[in-house]
């Protein structure tokens, strides 16, 4: 099994402002009930939808252009916040995919951030979102992409994660859910995919 790449900052100033925002708004409070990390595809996940899929108020803090390592980064600085979220939801990979990280090095890396959050909130509900159908980056194809999202299921049987299956909430027309770039969802697509995270909520 490869090694997980080291958590490591986000790439744009930007990035990080939003960064420190984030760490501002849980220093101010209130805890959580529900909080989702990730990347562009979490951060853009309307809140009302959220909400009403999670049945609690729901923190995002997703960041665009996250790869899985910048998110671990970002949570060892979240993580001296004492908040006790009940649910957390991941979702992060697909730029640590279109970078051309294999399987391994994703799912280890996903691994430690699952670990990290148990370790700093202790949710009793984790659940770990595959990566949903895109179109395919340069050197990489729709096999890269179905191996990776094997590699996060098996993850979540093996750590006891609830699996958000994307592919499954988007068919059968995948593209439909997403917006003309072909890689971030549209508001089709992120009702598809709160109807399937409440369906996993409530039927475990």
């Not at 090694?3 to 420190?20: N, Q, S, V, Y």
């Not at 691994?111 to 979102?129: T, Y």
């Not at 068919?171 to 997403?178: E, F, M, Q, V, Y």
Request: proline share 10%; aromatic share 4%; glycine share 8%.
């Amino acid at each position: 099994m490869n090694d997980a790449r080291p958590p490591a900052p986000p790439l744009k100033d930007t990035g990080l402002r939003h960064h420190h925002a984030m760490l501002a708004r849980l220093a101010a409070g209130p805890a959580p009930e529900a909080v989702i990390l990730g990347d562009s595809l979490a951060a853009g996940w309307p809140g009302p939808d959220l909400d009403r899929a999670t049945g609690v108020p729901t923190l995002n803090l997703g960041l665009p252009g996250d790869r899985v390592q910048t998110t671990r980064w970002r949570l060892a600085a979240m993580a001296a916040f004492a908040i006790r979220p009940r649910l957390a939801v991941a979702m992060v990979g697909t730029n640590s995919f279109a970078e051309g990280d294999d399987p391994d090095t994703v799912s280890t890396g996903l691994a430690a951030l699952v670990a990290a959050m148990r370790a700093a909130w202790a949710p009793s509900v984790v659940v770990l979102a595959t990566v949903p159908w895109r179109a395919p980056p340069p050197g990489r194809g729709e096999a890269d992409r179905l191996a990776l999202n094997d590699a996060i299921g098996a993850l979540a049987g093996r750590d006891a994660l609830r699996l958000l299956d994307c592919d499954a909430a988007l068919s059968p027309d995948p593209a439909a859910g997403l917006e003309p770039d072909r890689l971030h969802l549209n508001a089709s697509g992120y009702a598809a995919l709160s109807t399937a995270l409440a369906a996993l909520l409530r039927d475990g």
